[in-house]
């Protein structure tokens, strides 16, 4: 076989690696449906729209940590309602969402995630723990 021959069957094997997340994503390749989160009773908005925050919680808790951190700030208006939250997980998002496993667990098992919020942040009265 020429050099030209196994140069386009290794680019052929490097596309399709490179492919495969992409692919493997678009042809569903989670574990069944992506799970539905239930809202806190009583509760309607989160600090943002649902869609931001189902795709985005990560970004903005890490924001909000750099800059209660490094800025000294503590409060977050929110852009889409102009309501005003303190910027803490224990102090903002526990308040409302008090079931991890019905809330975190559920999406974080779904995506294969294992954040770290839990090696620092207490978890309050009524949160499952999963043991950690």
């Known amino acids: 076989m020429s050099d030209k021959g ?15 997340p992409v692919l493997y994503s678009l042809a569903g390749g989670g574990d069944g449906p992506r799970p539905e989160l239930v809202m806190p009773v009583g509760e309607t908005n989160c600090v ?16 909000w940590r750099d800059r209660v ?16 939250h303190e910027m803490s997980l224990t102090g903002s998002c526990l308040g409302c969402h008090t079931e991890r496993e019905t809330f975190c667990n559920r999406c974080h098992d779904y995506t294969d995630v294992n954040p770290y919020c839990w090696d620092c942040h207490i978890e309050t009265k009524g949160v499952v723990t999963d043991g950690e």
């Open 69 to 84: 951190v490094r800025e000294g700030e503590t409060s977050y208006t929110s852009k889409e309602f102009g309501t005003t």
């Open 6 to 20: 196994k140069a386009i069957i290794g680019l052929f094997f490097l596309l399709i690696l490179f492919l495969f």
């Open 48 to 63: 943002e729209l649902k869609d931001y925050m189902t795709a985005n919680h990560m970004n903005l808790l890490n924001d």
